[in-house]
């Protein structure tokens, strides 16, 4: 940091001119003048003395960031739309989840935070971690903007554990004034042995445009590192027209040192093929089983490709495509490998209004995996069956026109799993039906599942008509799982009163083999 660099120049400057009045011959005149610059002279030693400027510059950010967000905590939770098994901050504006990593015992997650109120504003980073994916606790904001560095905010990035065993944060970093269309940096931080405490690296930036000779990449962010045959690669997202559509690309880096502060470009790792993706935004790139996978958020619905990577080329070919989430409220997903081996995604609940001290959640933790043909599934950790309290539960019910209903556990931060047999129904209906007027529903038929705002694809397995449906109903959050290959993620008015789920087959009968359903507790 610069800090100390002005603390060091002061006294220095300070005593030479003591120094040299000493040795100054002194007439009257001279003792008048020399009086002030020895007052000036112990005003800049008494200054240099006191905790460096800068320093408290940047103590006293955070500070101003931490009383922010403690003032407006009382809004956010007494307000009932406020998640409760969602990762949250604390109070205010929240977007991406960053630097998922499990490291000493902990599922860490990082998140980009605006503390100063619950809409859209310079980002610092918050901080979270976990012992068992279950039950969550808030630490204190790990990254804030660096204004004695000249850093106006802090965007998306990853942690790792660099070759020399150092815990370290990448993220995009933001100049005051600059747009972040044409004008960014990578800069890294070096975290404690807990990740509680970071400092920037003296080496930033560690990516500036420089590597790139030349080529303009517009909307150069969001790196993520990943390890490969013993070697370190970042990718990054951007586009080459300016954000026009049609050219983004995931760019590709090589680290080139064990601090990971020096990196080579090798190139563009993948063009997105459609004219509609305008830029690249937190691409994530990992293995998962024999294959690679590529998501990214284009400013538009979340898109996979699954393919091979090839680590001399530094290309990627994909095979399979599709979106990791269908429902209108899902963006800037991150993952992060547990010790199994296991992947786990995190996405950006986005949506909520602001004015309620609080504003924007992560999904719950989703176990990521593949299908025999290539399409990316998405399945609740399994962890979070040690939230559900005492369960209602019902088997067999059939199904017909006319509508079923089930009383849920009175509260509306629930999980419901249902297990369907389509059988001849045309499609199935379900409401979550509430007592006020904000009810939930949707419908499942042959090939589709629709609720307001969202129209996806179904598949089933070989030619059984079985459904799996998982819902998680946290309030204001809804996200629905089914078969595991389709999620959707919504924002909704919180269901109020006594819930009940409605059931009803169009067409033919239909059966639902399974319904649970659990209130769910508090993740804090
Ligand atoms: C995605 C994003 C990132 C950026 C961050 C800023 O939502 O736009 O590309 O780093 O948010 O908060």
Redesign the pocket.
């Known amino acids: 940091m610069n800090g100390p660099r002005l603390c060091r120049i002061v006294p220095r400057a300070a005593r030479s001119i003591v120094l040299v009045l000493d040795l100054v011959h002194q007439s009257p005149q001279r003792i008048r003048m020399n009086s002030l610059i020895r007052f000036l002279a112990l005003f800049l030693l008494l200054a240099s003395c006191l905790p460096n400027s800068s320093a408290a510059d940047n103590n006293s950010a955070l500070a101003r960031a931490t009383t922010a967000i403690e003032a407006a905590t009382p809004r956010a939770e007494a307000d009932p739309a406020y998640p409760i098994f969602h990762i949250t901050a604390p109070a205010q504006w929240i977007?991406?989840p960053n630097g998922p990593i499990y490291y000493k015992g902990f599922y860490h997650l990082f998140y980009?935070l605006h503390p100063f109120s619950d809409d859209?504003g310079p980002?610092y980073w918050g901080h979270v971690r976990s012992r068992n994916l279950v039950k969550w606790e808030h630490l204190p904001i790990a990254l804030w903007p660096s204004t004695e560095l000249g850093e106006a905010?802090v965007?998306?990035?990853c942690c790792t554990i660099n070759c020399n065993g150092d815990p370290m944060i990448f993220?995009?970093s933001i100049a005051p004034g600059k747009p972040?269309k044409t004008h960014a940096e990578q800069w890294a931080a070096i975290g404690d042995k807990d990740l509680l405490t970071w400092h920037k690296s003296t080496a930033n930036p560690v990516l500036s445009e420089a590597l790139h000779e030349g080529k303009k990449i517009y909307?150069w962010?969001?790196p993520f590192v990943f390890q490969h045959k013993k070697r370190t690669f970042m990718v990054l997202?951007g586009n080459l027209n300016e954000t026009k559509g049609g050219q983004a690309v995931v760019n590709i880096y090589e680290a080139e040192n064990p601090a990971l502060t020096k990196w080579k470009y090798r190139g563009v790792l993948f063009q997105i093929p459609s004219p509609n993706a305008r830029t690249v935004?937190?691409p994530n790139f990992f293995q998962l089983g024999d294959r690679w996978v590529l998501f990214f958020?284009p400013y538009g619905k979340v898109e996979y490709y699954v393919g091979d990577f090839n680590s001399d080329t530094c290309r990627f070919h994909p095979q399979t495509h599709g979106l990791l989430d269908y429902g209108p409220n899902f963006?800037?997903p991150n993952t992060m490998q547990v010790p199994d081996g296991r992947r786990i995604v995190w996405g950006?609940v986005t949506g909520f209004k602001s004015g309620h001290g609080w504003n924007g959640c992560l999904t719950v933790p989703r176990e990521l995996s593949l299908t025999h043909d290539g399409q990316l599934q998405q399945n609740p950790a399994p962890q979070l069956k040690k939230l559900r309290g005492k369960p209602v539960q019902w088997r067999n019910a059939s199904l017909n026109a006319e509508t079923k209903s089930f009383p849920l556990p009175v509260t509306n931060t629930l999980e419901i799993d249902l297990d369907f047999d389509l059988a001849n129904a045309q499609s199935v209906a379900l409401k979550i039906a509430s007592g006020n007027s904000s009810n939930v529903e949707m419908t499942f038929d042959n090939s589709k599942f629709k609720m307001p705002g969202t129209d996806a694809p179904l598949s089933f397995v070989g030619n059984k008509r079985n459904l799996n449906v998982q819902i998680f109903l946290d309030r204001s959050v809804l996200e629905v799982f089914a078969n595991g290959v389709m999620c959707a993620t919504k924002v909704i008015p919180p269901p109020e009163g006594a819930l009940k789920l409605e059931l009803r087959a169009e067409g033919d009968q239909s059966k639902a083999k399974r319904i649970e359903a659990w209130p769910m507790k508090s993740i804090w």
């Open positions: 977007n991406d980009q859209n980002k905010e965007w998306s990035g993220y995009t972040a909307e962010r969001d997202g935004e937190c958020s963006y800037a950006w």
